[in-house]
């Protein structure tokens, strides 16, 4: 193809694809992101430094296009944020800024992480009362329940993502110590309460509501990360330096991170189930969708939430369930990360004409 023509078809094809663009794709940075955090935990530095730079690139072009999209196609965005189905995936990007926070962290980047929890607080107080707003209550169609998907448990995921970075700071900007165990517990109390209401939404939508196999999809393995990314955050918390918040809080986060975890591990095999049911049974075709990265993110959270917990509170079995779960999360990682360039490419790629 001649370049003047591939400079006049390539543009609106982007920009089509920059319309259509899932709110919940920032949830490929935390996938990259949380499976890179594990990778340097268990000591493989290489290859935890070739994830790194994917979540950063990730990030940056993520940024790039969400801006472009506001721009040029923001009826497009708006639509979203009205939508059920899709609103709670903006989350993805308060988690994702801080999932990148958390690992640059580990880094020793500070500052950055630092500069990350600033802006993921700021959007995370805003979007927890707009989008509520604008996806449910604003709404005349009742009942908004049967509306209700995995999505829903990103909210949870965002909550206890700056619980996160916060815990991770609190050792290093001993001035701001206080402060710091103030959000660490005040966030990672906000998401537990919210995990109950959004179960209790979800649950009611699967038992009331007839279910089509289509709408079962990976979103709901975020019940699972969810859960794992509050037994992370807690057990961040009980790691954290004497504060009043922490040693009010620290006996009662520590039980429940077990308790937590104990949970993630239980709903692994139904959730497989739940796929096996979709795919095999009612035959529906398993190809590449954004929405896959909220399947992997949980993998990968589960092996760290192993790996955070079996350490903090010395329980040998639960690092070595994390350690070995690690390989599963990065496996399924290298997969839907090969789908999804060839996927891109196929969008990208210039049509001959007949």
Known sequence: MPLGQLRETRPGRVGGLVERLTPGYFALVMASGIISLGLDLRGFSALSVVLFTVCITAYVVLVTLNVWRFVAFRAAMVDDFRDPKRAFGFFTFVAGTNVLGARAGAAGWHHVTAALLAVSFAVW??????????????????????????????????????????????????????????????????????????????????????????????????????????????????????????????????????????????????????????????KVPLVYVPTLWSMIFPLGMYAVAGIYLGRADRLPIVEAIGSGWLWVALTAWAIVFVAMARSVSAALAPRSRV
């Open 125 to 282: 107080l805003v979007l927890g009362y707009v989008i509520p707003w604008s996806a449910v209550l604003s709404r005349s169609e009742r009942p908004v329940v049967a509306l209700a998907n995995g999505t829903w448990f990103i909210w949870v995921v965002a909550s206890q993502s700056v619980a996160v970075s916060a815990a991770t700071l609190e050792t290093v900007f001993t001035n701001a110590k206080a402060y710091l165990a103030i959000l660490a517990v005040f966030s990672w109390s906000v998401g537990v309460f919210l995990y109950v209401a959004s179960a209790i939404i979800v649950s009611l939508r699967l038992m009331l509501y007839e279910l089509d196999p289509k709408d079962f999809d990976p979103p709901y393995w975020v019940s699972m990360g969810a859960v794992a990314i509050t037994v992370v955050a807690g057990a961040r918390i009980v790691e954290m330096d004497s504060a009043p918040m922490v040693d009010a809080t620290r006996g009662l986060i520590a039980g429940l991170s077990v308790v937590f975890w104990a949970f993630a591990t239980w709903l692994i095999p139904a959730l497989v189930a739940a796929g096996v049911w979709r795919h095999y049974v009612r």
